[in-house]
């Protein structure tokens, strides 16, 4: 999420990467005010070179070297690019060939004048028109983007007249084809590549600067920033701008995205998408390192505690700027009027302010006229300062445009004069080292104090103890002199107490022998009746049985009847002709066997009901086999009911079988119903049979009862020879002890 930038960045100290500057080299570091732009008188190349050298503070490192391919490593960086040619060009320049000449290979780049003379000019870099996005940046870009890296502050800028592709060099997204992303995504690309997320930081800050007001593009709302100048170390910064932390590389594209809508563009008749402001990337980052105890002198060595370590927190601070210049324009090619042609003036004005600088770099001027422009204030370091910096001029191959071809190429050429003084910013991460020192020291004072609370509360629980023994050998001495007085009172108490026990052991021992002959006695009786009991109920049981038995037989005679029945049925149906002549009286017979038939069923249904009533009755006699007597007499009635409701049943089946011989008369016209009561005869049939198993299985329970009574009647003879065999073992122990 964007967050205004409310504070500046703290000074890093700053450290030169090359100790000598050609006597050519115009670097001129800039003071702040006007006051401190004074002239000054020529100087020998001697006292210039000793003049150049920047006050290093401890907390800096002197990087020497003394080759000589490092001595213009300053150097500002130029590289020119030239536009394809598009429609309108072939139409109107036939001399195109003839008017820029391309030697990529000499890295030079001429421009005819007319038919007979033509200029040549070098640069670090000549890009033709089918240079990649990819070979651009790593000319132009990389090397500053890896200075950044390596805690050097770089500026990567893009000039030239409007409609050149400036833009597309620089701030091209490519979301669509990633090849022809520009210098800003691939930067940003490499400097995500090549950091932490942990121990550094990324952050951005995208502004624009439209008719001399600093916009912030992430943030539109946010106008005419105050640049910040540091009196000591000179190095300006928008305090007041956002600054975003980038969190990887699609973070960054969706806020390039979001400033890229939000800055100033129109139509003009040179450029369709013209900017109509200068758009400047600022990119912050923070890299910590480790800078080991040996690369520090003894004095500072002196200084340091045990505390530190072997290793002493560092931090590289840099800065990149990657500026996309609005392009210069001629009123009368460019047809701006109105509100376009204000936003001309003050992008001339501005650009023409930067060329002014540079002529003066290039010059040597004791004055260079910084404070002219917000641009030139914002590029202060870039130009004569302490970045590195790489340009890129682009150009259109259009012989209309000569002049400001010519223009173009003049100011790459007084850039490429210009010698910056690179410093490593690098410094001791106090921050980071304080929050360690501050953690180690709250760690150690809670040790302590945990410690001191630890032993003191030793002290209190050791003297707690001591109190404690004394306080328990007291008592423990106290309780045994009561426990010595107590036992001997005890034992007097126990002897007292044991001749009672005797006498009451005695007095028991007498009871219960009078208690176990008249158990016996009772228990020989009750044996004696259980046997009769038994008896009884044998007798009972073979009378039931033959009785069942009985029962069988008639059901046996009843399904002969049935069979019969059926025979006489097939006989009925050859006579059925015969006794047509009766129908009027089938149909009266017919009616009272359906009445009978009714009264059929519900005699099953009472059948069924009583011998469910059966099943209660003998739930009941199991209830009551504990208590013999009633037992019997339950059951007695009980088989008396059972040989009523037989008398019954036999009575009925008599009425059924006269019923049966009424039914032979009248079954000619009425198969249906003979099948209906075939079913109703087969029904009841089987209730007979269940009532039957019903009755089966209540006298084998009742067989097994007196069994189980048996065998209890044999665990109470067992339990009274065992109580026999205790009490003599009790009267023979009792004897032992009388005589002891």
């Known amino acids: 999420m964007a967050t205004p930038r409310a504070t500046q960045r703290p000074p890093a100290s700053e450290k030169p990467q090359h100790n000598h500057i050609p006597s050519h080299s115009l670097s001129k570091s800039l003071n702040n005010g006007p006051s401190n732009l004074h002239s000054a008188p020529p100087r020998s190349s001697k006292e210039r070179t000793s003049s150049s050298r920047r006050s290093v503070t401890p907390n800096s490192r002197t990087l020497s070297n003394n080759n000589n391919n490092d001595e213009d490593s300053g150097r500002v960086r130029v590289a020119v690019r030239i536009r394809p040619r598009n429609a309108e060009d072939l139409v109107l320049d036939a001399d195109f060939a003839d008017f820029v000449e391309l030697q990529p290979e000499l890295k030079r780049l001429k421009l005819r004048k007319n ?22 940046y790593e000319v132009v870009a990389k090397p500053v983007v890896e200075s950044v890296l390596d805690g050097y502050n770089g500026t990567v800028m893009a000039y030239g007249q409007t409609g050149t592709g400036k833009t597309y060099t620089v701030g091209r997204l490519g979301k669509e084809d990633a090849s022809e992303r520009g210098i800003m995504v691939r930067a940003l690309e490499d400097v995500i590549a090549c950091t932490s997320l942990t121990s550094d930081s990324v952050e951005v800050s995208y502004v624009q600067l439209y008719m001399e007001s600093i916009q912030d593009l992430f943030t539109p ?10 009196s000591k170390t000179g190095e300006v910064s928008l305090p007041g701008a956002t600054v975003v932390k980038v969190r990887d590389l699609d973070h960054f594209l969706e806020l390039l995205q979001v400033g890229e809508a939000n800055r100033h563009a129109a139509n ?72 376009l042609l204000e936003e001309a003036k003050f992008i001339n004005l501005s650009l023409t302010s930067l060329g002014k600088c540079i002529n003066a770099l290039a010059e040597n001027s004791p004055h260079i006229p910084t404070r002219d422009s917000k641009l030139t ?10 970045a590195r910096t790489s340009l890129i001029v682009t150009i259109g191959p259009s012989a209309r445009h000569h002049a400001e071809t010519t223009s173009t190429i003049m100011f790459g050429q007084r850039a490429m004069k210009i010698v910056n003084m690179v410093k490593l910013k690098e410094e001791y991460d106090y921050e980071s080292l304080c929050r360690k020192l501050e953690t180690q020291v709250d760690q150690l004072t809670a040790e302590i104090e945990r410690q001191q609370k630890v032993q003191e509360n030793d002290k209190n629980e050791l003297e707690k103890q001591l109190r404690g023994c004394r306080n328990s050998y007291d008592k423990e001495k106290n309780n045994l002199v009561t426990q010595v007085e107590h036992l001997t009172a005890e034992i007097e108490r126990q002897q007292k107490l044991r001749e009672n026990d005797e006498y009451e052991y005695e007095k028991q021992l007498r009871e219960c022998q009078d208690c176990y002959d008249e158990a016996r006695k009772n228990l020989a009786s009750r044996c004696e009746l259980l046997e009769k009991e038994n008896a009884l109920l044998d007798l009972e049981m073979k009378d039931f049985l033959s009785e069942l038995n009985r029962q069988k037989d008639h059901n046996n005679l009843m399904r002969d009847k049935v069979s019969q029945l059926e025979t006489s049925l097939k006989h009925s149906k050859q006579h059925q002709l015969e006794n047509s002549t009766y129908q009027k009286v089938l149909a009266d017979t017919t009616q009272m066997y359906e009445k009978k038939i009714s009264e059929l069923m519900k005699q099953l249904d009472i059948e069924c009901a009583r011998s469910e009533s059966a099943e209660e009755h003998l739930d009941v006699m199991k209830k009551l086999v504990n208590d013999h007597e009633k037992t019997i007499k339950m059951y007695e009635k009980k088989t008396a009911e059972l040989i009523r409701q037989l008398d019954i049943e036999c009575a009925r089946s008599e009425s059924t079988e006269e019923q049966l011989n009424l039914m032979k008369k009248g079954m000619d016209d009425h198969q249906k119903s003979i099948k209906q009561y075939e079913v109703e005869n087969s029904t009841y049939q089987k209730a007979l049979a269940h009532t039957t198993q019903l009755y089966e299985k209540k006298i084998a329970e009742l067989n097994k009862k007196l069994e189980d009574e048996h065998a209890c009647f044999e665990g109470a003879q067992e339990e009274l020879d065992l109580t026999k065999k205790l009490l003599n073992d009790y009267q023979n122990s009792e004897q032992v002890n009388l005589i002891t």
Do not use: C
């Open 115 to 136: 038919n007979w003379s033509s200029e040549s000019y070098r640069f670090d870099e000549v890009f033709t028109e089918t240079a990649s996005q990819r070979r651009v």
């Open 221 to 230: 709302e946010k106008i005419n920033i105050p640049i910040y100048e540091d």
């Open 268 to 339: 003009t008749k040179l450029n369709t998408e013209s900017s109509r402001s200068h758009a400047i990337l600022m990119v912050y980052v923070r890299r910590s390192i480790q800078e080991n105890v040996n690369e520090i002198t003894s004095q500072q060595k002196d200084t340091r505690t045990d505390l530190l370590g072997s290793s002493i927190p560092m931090v590289r601070k840099s800065k990149l700027l990657i500026v996309d210049l609005a392009g210069s324009e001629r009123i009368d090619k460019s047809g701006s009027e109105g509100a």
């Open 377 to 386: 204030r914002l590029l202060r370091d870039s130009f004569g300062g302490s």
